[in-house]
């Protein structure tokens, strides 16, 4: 069974930067498409970013778009999603996901979920 495990969370000032990590286990990490979503409090999971299988097409969500970056590097099963320029408003538990339905954009369409690491903006 396949695992995704996030680190990389922390509290940074509005502003600065992190990079989460998203390492998956078995041997099929690279026959998938990844996304990262987050939730804040009191609010629904939200698309982040996408990136397909052999990192040639990612996605993002426009309020990340220009400051985020998404990544994967196949041969350590990991992805990463780099965040510049973080606002208070980013603030929330990020997900990687493993893709394996069709609209990149929906949670619907990922099967395997990591548990989560959080990030806190202060502003």
């Known amino acids: 069974q396949v695992q995704l495990v996030e680190s990389g969370g922390g509290l940074v000032q509005a502003g600065g930067s992190v990079t989460l990590s998203c390492v998956a286990s078995g041997r099929t990490f690279d026959s998938y498409g990844m996304g990262w979503f987050r939730q804040a409090a009191r609010k629904e999971r939200e698309f982040v970013a996408y990136?397909?299988?052999?990192?040639?097409?990612?996605y993002y969500a426009d309020s990340v778009k220009g400051r985020f970056t998404i990544s994967r590097e196949n041969a350590k099963n990991t992805m990463f999603l780099l965040m510049n320029t973080l606002k208070p408003e980013d603030t929330a538990l990020y997900y990687c996901a493993r893709h394996d339905g069709s609209t990149y954009s929906s949670a619907q369409s990922y099967d395997i979920w990591g548990q989560g690491t959080q990030v806190t903006v202060s502003a």
């Open positions: 990136i397909n299988w052999n990192g040639e097409n990612t």
